[in-house]
């Protein structure tokens, strides 16, 4: 090959290795906590990377009207209520929070500030075959959680009732990169990351056309190079 054939082929090279380094910043597969989030009293799981547990108690609270019976996740105060109106010193469960210990993607870690910034709670109705003997015996399903009411459609005050959430994501593509050897935020505003990767492929301007833009010249200049590398070949071989 001649000097020019092999300068336009090292240059077409060159203009493919940025698109290879990049292509390894783009995750591959989808997040993977270490182990399960689980709620040790009651034996739920969470499928995904958190898990919450809400407790709350039947009350009395006092208003200028009168008494009202509230669902309160916090004691009520009721000492200086009516002895009728009095609640129970304590709630005996309390509303915990768990998060997954290490979460990675592709075998590499992904940054907590990914699970705060971009982590949504929703609710959830988990299975209650782990139940241990002595909660199965106070509470029964009541909708997507549990209620230790004998009548759920007429709860007592000091009755419980407990729902559950998880922690999910949205699809990462788009809005993460391999930075240090861990999963972080793109370094322009996650906002933006999140319109870009949202954007519908069916748009006119698309949110990444500039950086396409941009790529598009290289190649032309390497095309053109081949052109004039093969031009200076064929006219050496024809006899003078």
Known sequence: MKPAAWFAAAVLISLCLPSTARAQDVPLGAPQPAQSVRDPEFGVVARHFGLERRVEMLQWQRRQAGYWRVWSEQPIDSTRFDVDRRNPPAIPLRSRRWLAAAITVDGKPLDPAVITLLGRWQAFRPSFSALPGNLAATFQPEG????????????????????????????????????????????????????AADTDVNESVPTDAPSQRRWWWPAAIAALLLCIAALVAWRRRQPR
């Open 144 to 195: 997507d959680g549990l209620g230790s009411a004998e009548n759920p459609l007429e709860p007592r005050i000091g009755d419980l009732r407990v729902h559950w959430r998880e922690l999910i994501l949205p699809p990462l593509d788009g809005r993460i990169e391999l930075r240090d050897g861990r999963w972080q935020l793109r370094s322009r505003p996650p906002s933006a990351a999140i319109a």
